[in-house]
């Protein structure tokens, strides 16, 4: 499937601000912390928190019932009606948690420990971003799902 313009756009505004909230980030926790890299564990554990949250959110909004049909002469919106998106999807997924985590930056940092002799500490950030990332993608993700399984149904039939 090709892209479209509005598709681009999606990705193009998301990774842009992705991006740069990293940067700001990495340059404020280098300035901060003594060993600057940790900031990028957090990252991408809460990049992967927000990922999980988005795909849970996407994934529980398919399983809701349909909302009440209530005639108006007035068109309404509902969100959760409108998810999954795939345009928000591009946005929020790929562009922005896609470009505020980095894996290379982490590849690089492990190099940077090991060639330092950080035995301990490159072990800990390998596990707290490895481990720390899965989890917290799961809890997004199992949670979205739990939430709009519990209260999915009201939110879908409130309109704005």
Same mark, same amino acid.
């Given at each position: 499937?090709?892209?479209?313009?509005? @598709?681009?756009?999606?990705?193009?505004?998301?990774?842009? =601000?992705?991006?740069?909230?990293?940067?700001?980030?990495?340059?404020?926790?280098?300035?901060?912390?003594? =060993?600057?890299?940790?900031?990028?564990?957090?990252?991408?554990?809460? $990049?992967?928190?927000?990922?999980?949250?988005?795909?849970?959110?996407?994934?529980?909004?398919?399983?809701?019932?349909?909302?009440?049909?209530?005639?108006?002469?007035?068109?309404?919106?509902?969100?959760?009606?409108?998810?999954?998106?795939?345009?928000?999807?591009?946005?929020?997924?790929?562009?922005?948690?896609?470009?505020?985590?980095? =894996?290379?930056? =982490?590849?690089? @940092?492990?190099?940077?420990?090991?060639?330092?002799?950080?035995?301990?500490?490159?072990?800990?950030?390998?596990?707290?971003?490895?481990?720390?990332?899965?989890?917290?993608?799961?809890? $997004?993700?199992?949670?979205?799902?739990?939430?709009?399984?519990?209260?999915?149904?009201?939110?879908?039939?409130?309109?704005?």
């Amino acid at each position: 499937m090709i892209p479209t313009a509005l @598709d681009i756009a999606a990705l193009t505004v998301g990774a842009s =601000f992705g991006a740069t909230t990293r940067h700001v980030i990495s340059q404020h926790a280098t300035k901060s912390q003594a =060993f600057g890299a940790l900031h990028i564990a957090k990252i991408n554990i809460i $990049g992967s928190l927000l990922l999980g949250t988005l795909a849970g959110v996407n994934k529980g909004a398919t399983m809701l019932p349909p909302p009440a049909v209530v005639p108006s002469a007035v068109p309404k919106f509902s969100l959760i009606q409108s998810l999954p998106n795939p345009r928000l999807t591009l946005l929020l997924g790929v562009g922005f948690c896609g470009s505020l985590t980095t =894996f290379s930056t =982490f590849s690089l @940092d492990m190099i940077k420990l090991l060639e330092a002799a950080e035995y301990t500490t490159c072990l800990r950030y390998f596990a707290l971003n490895n481990v720390g990332g899965a989890a917290a993608a799961g809890i $997004g993700y199992f949670g979205a799902m739990k939430l709009l399984k519990r209260y999915g149904a009201a939110i879908a039939s409130k309109k704005v």
